[in-house]
């Protein structure tokens, strides 16, 4: 199958765009999160994104340098998490841990939110944190992905944590860390987006395993998908997967 | 039941040392580790650990200072988890991390080690980072524990990593985050006892929940426990539950 013919969304009244294989893998940032993870497996990373055309590969502080290494001149930048996957690391430890991935070349920034301090109400704490965040990557010319831990809130909490994201000035809200249990779900992307509107990016992450999995979320309105199967996502895709 | 009667391991034939109801609560750090805690969950876990008499409470580093404050004068202290929980932020971070907590107060310090640059064989970074917390920790007189995640390893690799913490002089070696699916195991504390010998100590966590749990770790060489079932654990036992 071409990769014209390997469209979705393209059925008899429906009125969606059409999405093809390059600017599915172009939304999918290819993550390897595992603390187990090796450098041998974040270059096959590296490696598997180049030759795919995803847009990023994610990867924990420690592997950044060398992902940066690995991928030379390509056009796959590399995402640093920060304060992952809990959040509740200090303000000032947060934006050290950023500023310091952005030193080693981190072009993204998946930044988890304060949640206990959002469940609770504290949200000056919680904008001020992300905005320091926000402040730092922009700096560089850096893009931030503020996760808000949608398994973890109400419907409310979301739209307050998307609010707060957005007026601190981040580029994208992402659902999930994926540790939390729970994942991206398509409710949760339509309330996201019906928060921040279509400026922002919304980044559906967590349990994301399939091409249908990837379609519903990115009809749903999600601009960046963050999963470990990109490159099986892709290939089901290809082959007609819907 | 009587403390004095409260006793496990006194049986016909059995040569281990009786444990006490005081003795028990006195091995156990109070955690609550959950992401989504919020203070007041933080301030009922240390009036918890106070009215237990439990070693410490582990929190997460946003927490700290508050906890602190809620202890007071109490003889339990406050630990604080670095790298929490996948061990892959940068070593600098980490330290700093670390002593941001010691700074508000934490006089527990429990890291995670870098598990892929283990796994890979980096032994020497391994090494150096918790050289580097050790010491830390120790410049102001607070105990360090290095968390191993037993799960992910294999027992060559725990031995490693137990010899690694000894040779770094630190203070206990600890089985798990419990972020990593599995905990601790009876066979996995004896082997680290087995490395690292009686001065230091081994903590071990992920999965208590229960008095007979708690008592085979004990039995099996653990000194200390890493629980949120502190308060069941304690009342099961003084219950007369083994």
């Known amino acids: ?13 429906d009125t969606q765009p ?12 290819h993550t390897l999160l595992r603390p187990g993870a090796t450098g041998v497996e974040i270059d096959r990373l590296c490696d598997e994104a180049k030759s795919y055309g995803f847009a990023a590969v994610c990867v924990n502080p420690v592997w950044v340098e060398r992902a940066v290494s690995r ?8 995402a640093s998490v920060v ?4 959040g509740a690391s200090r303000p000032e430890i947060k934006l050290a ?19 206990g301090r959002l469940i609770e109400g504290d949200i000056g704490f919680v904008a001020d944190e992300i905005k320091q965040l926000t402040a730092a990557a922009h700096q560089v010319g850096a893009v931030i992905k503020v996760i808000i831990e949608t398994v973890l809130l109400t419907d409310d909490q979301k739209r307050i944590a998307c609010e707060v994201a957005a007026g601190a000035g981040a580029d994208f809200v992402k659902t999930s860390t994926g540790f939390a249990g729970g994942g991206a779900t398509v409710s949760d992307v339509a309330l996201m987006l019906s928060v921040v509107g279509p400026t922002m990016g919304v980044k559906a992450s967590g349990g994301i395993r399939t091409a249908t999995d990837a379609l519903n979320l990115l009809r749903a309105g999600a601009t960046r998908l963050g999963t470990s199967a990109g490159p099986a996502i892709v290939t089901e895709f290809v082959n007609g997967v819907r």
């Open 97 to 115: 841990e950023a500023r310091r991935a952005l030193d080693d070349g981190a072009r993204e920034i998946d930044m988890v939110i304060n949640i």
């Open 71 to 78: 991928l030379g001149q390509s056009k796959v930048v590399v």
């Open 83 to 86: 304060g992952f996957p809990l």
């Open 1 to 13: 199958m071409s990769e014209d013919q390997a469209r979705a969304g393209a059925g008899e009244g």
């Open 18 to 29: 059409a999405i093809g294989a390059t600017e599915l893998a172009g939304c999918i940032d």
